[in-house]
Every structure is written in structure tokens, then in C-alpha cells.
């Protein structure tokens, strides 16, 4: 089983602020097989990125996704109010599919 | 517009059973393998079951395996996880989840608004 650990485990910015989320992997995932998701309180998640750095339908561009082997991240380039949130990564390389333990993006 | 409609979830007592349900729409559900994902109160998610797009295979995390039940009917374009011999650690929100291919492999492009089940005496 692939192991996601993700850091930091809260991440206190301001707004217009850069955020840079972590994921490590236990071992290397083929193929870029990673994914993030976005989750807010009360909300179910929303996929930002597949494939490690491809972002999905209608996800803004201040969201990028980048990395390959056991290392992966993601950056927000500017936060704005409604990022502030609960961020997961996945992998989707083998089974079991597993998570990371989550990043808290907060208001400073 | 893909919705996943969740229903089924309540307070069932340890040893019981529950069957969760799935009504999909706005897409060609026959196309895509299926999956449940579950979350605990305050704590993080965590993948549950899959089925293919035929439901011909079926995976299930080690956790739930001989437990929980994944199936689906895509006359009906629903569906189903049935949750047997449930256990208190069994209590969280259960989403249901789209695969964006037919693979049971990948990630999930849309999901559910979620059902809960508690799982308490």
C-alpha cells in the first residue's frame, strides 16, 4: 500500500499569499498517477488536478500541480478568500487508492 | 450537468446492516466504474470499494472486505453498497464517487454530497 503523507498540516497565509502544499509518497508512483482535491467544511470534495499537474474543468489557473516520482505539490499562486479550505492528495497508481492526511489552508 | 445522489444512511445499531444507494444522472453511467469513499467524523477521507463499469469486477479496501458489498444496476443508474456486521468504526459520511474512465483505477472527477451512517448502541 502506497503511503501519502502531506505537510504541512495547517497552513496559515493571508490573502494574495502564495501556498505550497506538499505530498510525499511512501514509493514512487508511476505514470504521475496523482491526484488533489479541495474540500470545504459541510462540502463533499472537489477535484482540482489529475495526473499530477492537470487541472480539471473549470478549476482557476492559480492552481497548479507539480512533481513526479514520490515527491508531489501543489501551488496556490495567490490565495483568494474561498480557497481557504481542507486539501487531499491521492494516488491512483495500484490498489488500495489512498489518500493523504489532508493540509488546512486558514486565515492568517 | 453529472449529479450522485446519495440516500440510505441512519443510526443502526453494532452487528446490523444498512444499504446505501446512488441515483446517477447526466452522463452514460454504463460507461464509467463506480466508487464509495467514506470520511469520519473530523478526519480524513478514505477509499471504500469500486465497482467496474459492467460490475463484472469489484475491489474493496482490506478494512470493509467480506463486510461491504458494492454492486450497481445500470438499468437503473444507481449504485448500491450494502454494509454488513457494521462496527462503530464503521460511522462516517459515505460518498459516492465517478471514475472518469472505465478503469477501477483512477481518481474521482465528481462526487456525491454524501450520506451519514453512525453506527452506535
Known amino acids: 500500500e502506497i503511503v501519502l503523507t502531506q505537510s504541512p498540516g495547517t497552513l496559515s497565509l493571508s490573502p494574495g499569499e502564495r501556498a505550497t502544499l506538499s505530498c510525499r509518497a511512501s514509493?514512487?508512483?508511476?505514470?504521475?498517477?496523482l491526484a488533489w482535491y479541495q474540500q470545504k467544511p459541510g462540502q463533499a470534495p472537489r477535484l482540482l488536478i489529475s495526473?499530477?499537474?492537470s487541472r480539471a474543468t473549470g478549476i482557476p489557473d492559480r492552481f497548479s500541480g507539480s512533481g513526479s516520482g514520490t515527491d508531489f505539490t501543489l501551488t496556490i499562486s495567490g490565495l483568494e478568500p474561498e480557497d481557504f479550505a481542507v486539501y487531499y492528495c491521492?494516488?491512483?497508481?495500484?490498489?488500495?487508492?489512498?489518500f493523504g492526511g489532508g493540509t488546512k489552508v486558514e486565515i492568517k | 450537468q453529472v449529479q450522485l445522489v446519495e440516500s440510505g444512511g441512519g443510526v443502526v445499531q453494532p452487528g446490523r446492516s444498512l444499504r446505501l444507494s446512488c441515483a446517477a444522472s447526466?452522463?452514460?453511467?454504463?460507461?464509467?466504474?463506480m466508487h464509495w469513499v467514506r470520511q469520519a467524523p473530523g478526519k480524513g477521507l478514505q477509499w471504500v470499494a469500486v465497482?467496474?463499469?459492467?460490475?463484472?469486477?469489484?475491489y474493496y479496501a482490506d478494512s470493509v472486505k467480506g463486510r461491504f458489498t458494492i454492486s450497481r444496476d445500470n438499468s437503473k443508474n444507481t449504485v448500491y453498497l450494502q454494509l454488513n456486521s457494521l462496527r462503530p468504526e464503521d460511522t462516517a459520511v459515505y460518498y459516492c464517487?465517478?471514475?472518469?474512465?472505465?478503469?477501477?483505477?483512477?481518481?474521482?472527477?465528481?462526487w456525491g454530497q454524501g450520506t451519514l451512517v453512525t453506527v452506535s448502541s
Open positions: 464517487a465517478k471514475a472518469p474512465t472505465q478503469s477501477q483505477r483512477g481518481y474521482f472527477d465528481y
Open positions: 447526466g452522463f452514460t453511467f454504463s460507461n464509467y466504474a
Open positions: 465497482t467496474s463499469y459492467d460490475g463484472d469486477n469489484k
Open positions: 514509493q514512487s508512483v508511476s505514470s504521475n498517477y
Open positions: 495526473g499530477a499537474s
Open positions: 491521492q494516488h491512483y497508481d495500484s490498489s488500495p487508492l489512498t
